[in-house]
T-cell receptor
Framework: ETGVTQTPRHLVMGMTNKKSLKCEQH?????MYWYKQSAKKPLELMFVYSLEERVENNSVPSRFSPECPNSSHLFLHLHTLQPEDSALYLCASRTRGDQPQHFGDGTRLSIL | AQSVTQLDSHVSVSEGTPVLLRCNYS??????LFWYVQHPNKGLQLLLKYTSAATLVKGINGFEAELKKSETSFHLTKPSAHMSDAAEYFCVVSDRGRNAGNMLTFGGGTRLMVKP
């Protein structure tokens, strides 16, 4: 148990659906992250929220939209996804300084 | 700029024999270094971390890593492999002293297989 909870654990959706992934941490951390993990590819950082300010990653398509309403919650809103978006989406959080990130167990997303 | 290279994408050992997973890094700053493990359908779990203290770092489950600055290496070792050690391992570097929004750089991962 890392203290970072992601829901749902599995999600199957069509390309025209809209869904959201949720991440929650009560570790007192003030930075939260979304990562994409695809088979046979390195872990890709998608978004960073530090003190509720978003750090952009310009390579992420606009069909992914993050939201961080407070320091404990992070969402990833999905719409009109493509088959290549099927992956494990991991959330992580961290406190300031050189401390490590704590990861959730991820949401396994499958796009039909 | 920083980068991480895990020299082996797959490592296979027999149960009870030593484990060596190799990692080399480069960083413009004095970095923090981590090893994470990922079991199937799970997130990444922190094994150990080097921040600024001793260069030999002990982690969970009998793993340890030694930072060798002259070689820019941070190899992960364990004296005796257990079947439950079979997983994917990631070496990670982070620039120290930056703010919480600073990004980590992940190696490509090493899949450890343990034979009975």
């Amino acid at each position: 148990e890392t203290g970072v909870t992601q829901t749902p654990r599995h999600l199957v959706m069509g390309m025209t659906n809209k869904k959201s992934l949720k991440c929650e941490q009560h570790l007192g951390h003030n930075a939260m992250y979304w990562y994409k993990q695809s088979a046979k590819k390195p872990l890709e950082l998608m978004f960073v929220y530090s003190l509720e300010e978003r750090v952009e990653n310009n390579s992420v398509p606009s069909r992914f939209s993050p939201e961080c309403p407070n320091s404990s919650h992070l969402f990833l809103h999905l719409h009109t996804l493509q088959p290549e978006d099927s992956a494990l989406y991991l959330c992580a959080s961290r406190t300031r300084g050189d401390q490590p990130q704590h990861f959730g167990d991820g949401t396994r997303l499958s796009i039909l | 700029a920083q980068s991480v290279t895990q020299l082996d994408s797959h490592v296979s050992v027999s149960e009870g024999t030593p484990v060596l997973l190799r990692c080399n890094y480069s960083s413009s700053y004095s970095p923090s270094l981590f090893w994470y493990v990922q079991h199937p359908n799970k997130g990444l779990q922190l094994l150990l971390k080097y921040t600024s203290a001793a260069t030999l770092v002990k982690g969970i489950n009998g793993f340890e890593a030694e930072l060798k600055k002259s070689e820019t290496s941070f190899h992960l070792t364990k004296p005796s492999a257990h079947m439950s050690d079979a997983a994917e391992y990631f070496c990670v570097v982070s620039d120290r002293g930056r703010n919480a929004g600073n990004m980590l750089t992940f190696g490509g991962g090493t899949r450890l297989m343990v034979k009975p």
